[in-house]
């Protein structure tokens, strides 16, 4: 009797269990199938971290790309912000920064005069280009060395450092400072890193809040692209995330933000 018993216990703990193994996250090797799919469909070869809360940080696809040093593009404006902000090159998120004349027939959205918010969402080059100038080379070097971010060169010219090409980041640096930047561990004040990621701040669903910022750089067919964030609230852990793209010629920055929230949604960090 009693080894029927035993027998009867395990078959109703394996029931009771199967509903969690069913629902457990995939495997690395099944994560990266995955990824490599997502990227073939998308037709750009590239590299995926990301970083759980309390957690190391993980390559989901192509471990050699997510080392390669490159330029950080618009995404170096996260760090460009911080620093304006605390040396009070820009007084607050509210203070409009003027248009200065320049056309840019291809993204007009830049002509004219916005506040932090805005510029982030935009990227416009005429405002952080006008940041960058009032920090100077000087402060801009100071920051990026004493934060640790990339390589720590900054090159001659501060509105041209982010694409200049001596200023470089890796993928695996990238997910390094954002996860930083989401746990408030840089050397920058409270109010400082809350202003900075407020106008980060993408969308929010189900209490589940997106943040990210964008950054492209293609000259004479070679360059790269980014995506770089995290999701926070609900009850899923916060995960930070690095999505990066090799270009030969120009991608479509809506179709790299869907590629990267379907590698979230297919990690479990976003529905």
Request: aromatic share 8%; net charge positive.
């Amino acid at each position: 009797m009693s080894r029927f018993i035993r027998l009867c216990t395990a078959l109703v703990v394996l029931t009771m269990l199967s509903p969690a193994l069913s629902a457990a996250p995939p495997t690395k090797a099944a994560a990266a199938s995955t990824a490599a799919a997502r990227f073939a469909d998308y037709g750009h070869a590239g590299t995926f971290l990301l970083q759980r809360d309390g957690a190391r940080p993980q390559t989901l696809h192509d471990d050699a790309w997510a080392a390669t040093p490159l330029r950080p593009a618009s995404t170096f404006k996260v760090m460009l912000s911080l620093i304006a902000l605390e040396t009070g090159a820009l007084r607050s998120a509210d203070e409009v920064v003027k248009w200065d004349g320049k056309p840019y027939p291809r993204k007009p959205e830049w002509q004219k005069d916005m506040a932090l918010r805005e510029a982030m969402q935009t990227s416009s080059e005429n405002y952080f280009g006008t940041l960058a100038t009032r920090i100077g080379h000087e402060r801009l070097a100071e920051w990026v060395k004493r934060v640790g971010y990339g390589n720590g060169r900054v090159g001659s010219n501060p509105p041209r450092v982010w694409h200049d090409g001596v200023l470089t980041v890796t993928a695996q640096q990238q997910v390094a400072f954002i996860d930083r930047l989401r746990r408030g561990d840089l050397p920058f004040s409270a109010n400082t890193i809350a202003t900075v990621k407020a106008a980060m701040l993408d969308s929010e669903t189900d209490g589940r809040r997106l943040y990210g910022k964008t950054g492209t750089h293609l000259d004479n067919g070679t360059g790269n692209a980014w995506w770089i964030g995290w999701v926070e609230g609900g009850k899923a852990p916060a995960t930070s995330f690095v999505l990066g793209v090799q270009l030969k010629k120009m991608d479509d920055r809506a179709k790299r933000i869907a590629l990267g929230k379907q590698l979230l949604r297919d990690a479990g960090a976003l529905r």
